[in-house]
């Protein structure tokens, strides 16, 4: 399946990789990862850190699937509200998935600045804004909700919106602890690192088809009938691993998504937020370090590859108009644009880890709008389920 279409800003600016090369024979290796995109790449991280033999396969050319079209706004918070999600799977659980992923933004902090990677990693804080009366109220409990736990952040009324950011809407979530990166840049960043560092092996054009596990090991065949033998596979390419699974655990979506040319300075909002809202279909903005504006939203449920890409010129006009409703004197003008496909489950949060009818396999699947956090702490957790140590399983299992 086409997974995105158009010109994805991260694609043009970066370049396709220089390193590409198929698996043309029989190998063996501790872990087999399959799907080279970021979460793969922060498995592989993570393993080779622990000096863990990897290797990596992807069907197509390396890191060229979602995380093009990602437009990496790294939050805490999940799509779903932290008090709906606390009815949802309960008061612990809900609060601990939230502050794990508080947590995972810091770790990929270290972990580029532990590299020494350059990868347009910036702080920025993050501005949750209430579309109209009733967004209003929903953040009025969120926020009691948020405070509660003690997690970060701060109630802006509606003066306090407009005499900082210039924006006039009822109210708005705002904290200090999130982030924004290049995340096509970070996924090459890193694979590159460890092939470097790690011996790192990572194969394009490498069509997993058949899967075999046997007591103590695990066997993957490609499409060229050429074999990969593991002691344990992680499965960690988007939705596409639902082709291994007998369940439909989530359901896809087509996200919009264009990015403006350069902009002056002036022209941006104060502290250059990244911003949502509580409006659905809703849009999200941030910007780029070469000034220009990014801005995604008003998504579909997915159909098919065809129908998504016809939608967009349409969904360009409406993201343009919505994001003059927030700011009516902005120059905007938009340089390119793409629509992606993406999965999102009934309640917000990832599967992470094992699945009772795929043994020595592990699933790292971080669906919805937070899936660079998620992919984080999948990544940390399969690295601590390989090692034998306890995790927090319990919240992403399958079958919870």
Same mark, same amino acid.
Request: charged share 30%; proline share 3%.
């Given at each position: 399946?086409?997974?995105?279409?158009?010109?994805?800003?991260?694609?043009?600016?970066?370049?396709?990789?220089?390193?590409?090369?198929?698996?043309?024979?029989?190998?063996?290796?501790?872990?087999?990862?399959?799907?080279?995109?970021?979460?793969?790449?922060?498995?592989?991280?993570?393993?080779?850190?622990?000096?863990?033999?990897?290797?990596?396969?992807?069907?197509?050319?390396?890191?060229?699937?979602?995380?093009?079209?990602?437009?990496?706004?790294?939050?805490?918070?999940?799509?779903?509200?932290?008090?709906?999600?606390?009815? *949802?799977?309960? /008061?612990? +659980?809900?609060?601990?998935?939230? @502050?794990?992923? %508080?947590?995972?933004?810091?770790?990929? !902090? #270290?972990?580029?600045?532990?590299?020494?990677?350059?990868?347009?990693?910036?702080?920025?804080?993050?501005?949750?804004?209430?579309?109209?009366?009733?967004?209003? *109220?929903?953040? /009025?409990? +969120?926020?009691?909700?948020?405070? @509660?736990?003690? %997690?970060?952040?701060?109630?802006?009324? !509606? #003066?306090?919106?407009?005499?900082?950011?210039?924006?006039?809407?009822?109210?708005?979530?705002?904290?200090?602890?999130?982030?924004?990166?290049?995340?096509?840049?970070?996924?090459?960043?890193?694979?590159?690192?460890?092939?470097?560092?790690?011996? %790192?092996?990572?194969?394009?054009?490498?069509?997993?088809?058949?899967?075999?596990?046997?007591?103590?090991?695990?066997?993957?065949?490609?499409?060229?009938?050429?074999?990969?033998?593991?002691?344990?596979?992680?499965?960690?390419?988007?939705?596409?691993?639902?082709?291994?699974?007998?369940?439909?655990?989530?359901?896809?979506?087509?996200?919009?998504?264009?990015?403006?040319?350069?902009?002056?300075?002036?022209?941006?909002?104060?502290?250059?937020?990244?911003?949502?809202?509580?409006?659905?279909?809703?849009?999200?903005?941030?910007?780029?370090?070469?000034?220009?504006?990014?801005?995604?939203?008003?998504?579909?449920?997915?159909?098919?590859?065809?129908?998504?890409?016809?939608?967009?010129d349409k969904k360009n006009e409406d993201i343009l108009k919505r994001f003059k409703e927030f700011f009516?004197?902005?120059?905007?003008?938009?340089?390119?644009?793409?629509?992606?496909?993406?999965?999102?489950?009934?309640?917000?949060?990832?599967?992470i880890g094992e699945h009772k009818k795929h043994p020595n396999m592990y699933f790292a699947l971080g669906?919805?709008?937070?899936?660079?956090?998620?992919?984080?702490?999948?990544?940390?957790?399969i690295k601590d389920m390989y090692l034998g140590k306890n995790t927090d399983e319990n919240i992403f299992?399958?079958?919870?």
């Amino acid at each position: 399946m086409d997974l995105k279409s158009g010109l994805p800003f991260w694609l043009i600016k970066n370049g396709l990789s220089e390193n590409y090369k198929r698996l043309e024979k029989d190998i063996e290796t501790e872990v087999l990862i399959i799907g080279s995109g970021i979460t793969g790449a922060l498995v592989a991280h993570f393993l080779c850190e622990n000096n863990v033999k990897c290797v990596i396969v992807d069907r197509r050319m390396e890191s060229t699937g979602s995380t093009t079209a990602s437009t990496a706004q790294l939050q805490y918070e999940i799509d779903i509200f932290l008090y709906d999600l606390i009815e *949802k799977v309960g /008061e612990k +659980e809900a609060v601990k998935a939230y @502050k794990m992923c %508080l947590e995972s933004i810091s770790t990929l !902090e #270290k972990i580029i600045k532990k590299l020494k990677i350059k990868v347009d990693f910036q702080r920025v804080p993050s501005l949750y804004i209430a579309s109209d009366a009733k967004g209003k *109220k929903d953040l /009025e409990l +969120e926020f009691e909700t948020r405070k @509660k736990h003690g %997690l970060p952040v701060e109630y802006l009324s !509606e #003066k306090e919106l407009v005499s900082k950011y210039d924006i006039k809407r009822k109210a708005a979530l705002y904290n200090n602890e999130s982030a924004q990166v290049d995340t096509y840049k970070l996924c090459q960043a890193i694979l590159d690192y460890h092939r470097e560092h790690s011996g %790192l092996d990572v194969y394009s054009h490498t069509d997993i088809k058949k899967i075999k596990s046997t007591k103590d090991s695990i066997t993957a065949t490609t499409d060229k009938k050429i074999s990969i033998k593991a002691k344990k596979i992680v499965a960690a390419p988007g939705f596409e691993s639902e082709t291994l699974l007998d369940e439909k655990v989530m359901q896809l979506h087509s996200t919009y998504v264009l990015v403006s040319q350069p902009m002056h300075p002036d022209d941006l909002w104060n502290e250059k937020c990244l911003i949502w809202e509580t409006a659905r279909p809703y849009i999200y903005i941030r910007t780029t370090v070469d000034n220009r504006i990014m801005v995604g939203g008003f998504d579909e449920p997915f159909q098919n590859p065809k129908k998504r890409d016809a939608l967009m010129d349409k969904k360009n006009e409406d993201i343009l108009k919505r994001f003059k409703e927030f700011f009516p004197k902005s120059k905007i003008e938009m340089d390119f644009y793409w629509c992606g496909t993406f999965g999102e489950t009934k309640d917000g949060l990832p599967f992470i880890g094992e699945h009772k009818k795929h043994p020595n396999m592990y699933f790292a699947l971080g669906y919805g709008g937070n899936g660079i956090t998620f992919s984080v702490i999948a990544a940390e957790m399969i690295k601590d389920m390989y090692l034998g140590k306890n995790t927090d399983e319990n919240i992403f299992r399958f079958d919870r």
